[in-house]
């Protein structure tokens, strides 16, 4: 109980610090650069999402259910130095091609080849990355949160250092903040391999002679892992589509693009506790998954979820006005009505993951990937029907529907190959709840006295929630078993 304390504490700690870099980076992004420029930020960002998809070969997915199919020294030595040899030999091969090809990658995702040369940048951020993350993944299915904090939000404070550099000496432009990323995600990979090499002398230490490389590892990995690539890819299409075909449908294309994807970023927020979960919980859910007691522990995890991420959703909306007012150039006001679009898009994609275990311990890929090409292709053509007719709502719209739809499928699949008996009332009536106080933000116009109302809510709700659980005796439960633990 302890030890899960720690890595509560560890990853909502890192993650935290992660969100408040990302609110001071906001208003100063928004502040050097007007809608359409952040436009072009936002789509190279979705294309680096994209391509990091081809670049990980799905090995990411795959480590998740293959790394304890043996819990051997011997065993993760060579996983790891398999995984990260194929992965920077397919990195450096991937990235010459973007290099190579970036008027003609320019073209695709600005509708310009006037920025072209910043795809230099991209294509070599891509290959530090994907090292980085694959780095990181592998830290986290070892459970080491704190090396994982540590080394992952090593990147972000560079960033972070940089641009604050950089504004103070107004010089913030797309061109210069790609250069940025370019020399602080080089710098972090270096940490990265540092990190793992300490690791890889200590399995050493205990191998007679370790393998290097193992290609029917590796051939296993990429069986699970290819299959992972269109069901992510779609997942992403799912994720980000909207941006793009805003670019392309709607009346105010870049700008339109500016708005929109500022309003969403501010709903991802909510993410936060997904990370939370999915760092926390999964590994530990995939290393127990042979327990009897697994799936009463999904469930647990699925109802507490639910309501924190509910609850977490309803805070960033209810505050959305005052997070405008506070760190966004008032050129972005447009984007508020927005951000509920992105709350309950990532609070569905959340649930997903979560139902998704079931597919993990069963080993079917395909079903995920099934389910999300299904809500990708349901995405794209709600956004071909609706973006014409309502712009950026239709967009939002369309992705709420998908990420839905996706919830439901799989959730009825899930249930059929390995039930758990998950319950969805609460998670509808949050999402009413959610919906309500967005409509409201566009009813209602902003006034000060508001932001008191709101305040003495949530205090009041905080406390009572507070008092509940201290007369039901939970919080003397909870600290019972730590100590005993």
């Known amino acids: 109980m302890k030890e899960y ?3 509560i504490i560890h990853y909502t ?8 870099l990302l609110l001071i980076i906001l208003p100063i992004f928004t502040h050097f650069l007007i809608p359409e420029e952040y436009a072009v930020y936002a789509n190279l960002m979705i294309f680096i999402s994209f391509a990091s998809l081809i670049y990980f070969l799905g090995i990411q997915q795959a480590l998740f259910s293959y790394f304890y199919h ?13 995984t990260v040899i194929t992965i920077i030999c397919v990195g450096s091969l991937l990235s010459l091609i973007i290099i190579i090809l970036r008027d003609q990658i320019s073209q695709l995702i600005l509708r310009t080849t006037v920025d072209s040369d910043i795809l230099i940048w991209v294509g070599v951020i891509l290959f530090f990355d994907v090292i980085f993350g694959l780095v990181l993944s592998i830290l986290n299915m070892l459970e080491k949160s704190k090396q994982y904090v540590i080394v992952g939000n090593s990147k972000h404070v560079l960033f972070f250092i940089v641009i604050i550099i950089m504004a103070i000496l107004s010089k913030i432009t797309v061109r210069n903040v790609f250069l940025l990323m370019t020399i602080t995600s080089g710098i972090a990979v270096i940490f990265a391999l540092m990190a793992i090499s300490s690791l890889m002398k200590k399995y050493r230490r205990e191998i007679e002679k370790p393998a290097l490389y193992s290609f029917h590892l590796m051939k296993r990995l990429l069986s699970f892992g290819l299959i992972m690539i269109p069901g992510t890819l779609a997942m992403m299409i799912l994720k980000v589509s909207d941006r793009y075909m805003l670019t392309y449908l709607s009346a105010g294309a870049l700008h339109d693009v ?5 309003g969403y970023r501010i709903g991802m927020i909510i993410t936060f506790l997904n990370s939370i979960v999915s760092l926390v919980y999964f ?23 639910v309501f924190a991420g509910g609850m977490l959703g309803v805070l960033v909306l209810l505050f959305t006005p005052e997070l405008f007012k506070i760190f966004i150039d008032p050129a972005y006001s447009s984007a508020i009505p927005i951000v509920v679009f992105g709350v309950v898009s990532n609070y569905f994609y959340g649930i997903f993951n979560i139902v998704n275990l079931s597919f993990y311990v069963k080993k079917r890929a395909k079903n995920i990937a099934f389910a999300v090409g ?4 349901m995405n794209i053509i709600l956004n071909l029907l609706l973006i014409p007719r309502f712009g950026i709502y239709g967009a939002g719209i369309a992705s709420v529907i998908a990420f839905g739809f996706i919830l439901f499928m799989n959730f009825i699949i899930a249930e059929r190959i390995y039930p758990v008996g998950y319950s969805f009332w609460l998670a509808i009536i949050m999402s009413v709840i959610l919906a309500i106080i967005s409509l409201l933000h566009m009813l209602v116009e902003y006034h000060v006295y508001q932001t008191f109302i709101k305040l003495g809510i949530t205090v009041l709700l905080c406390l009572s929630f507070l008092v509940f659980n201290i007369r039901s005796g939970l919080i003397a439960k909870f600290f019972q078993r730590l100590r005993s633990s």
């Open 374 to 377: 299904a809500g990708a292709f």
């Open 70 to 82: 043996k819990k051997t020294a011997e065993y993760h030595y060579t996983l790891i130095s398999s």
């Open 5 to 7: 304390l720690q890595k």
């Open 13 to 20: 700690a890192g993650n935290l610090f992660q969100k408040i």
């Open 258 to 262: 500016g708005i929109y994807a500022l």
């Open 283 to 305: 590994p530990y859910a995939m290393k127990n998954s042979d327990n009897e007691a697994s799936k009463r522990s999904y469930r647990k995890v699925f109802k507490y979820y």
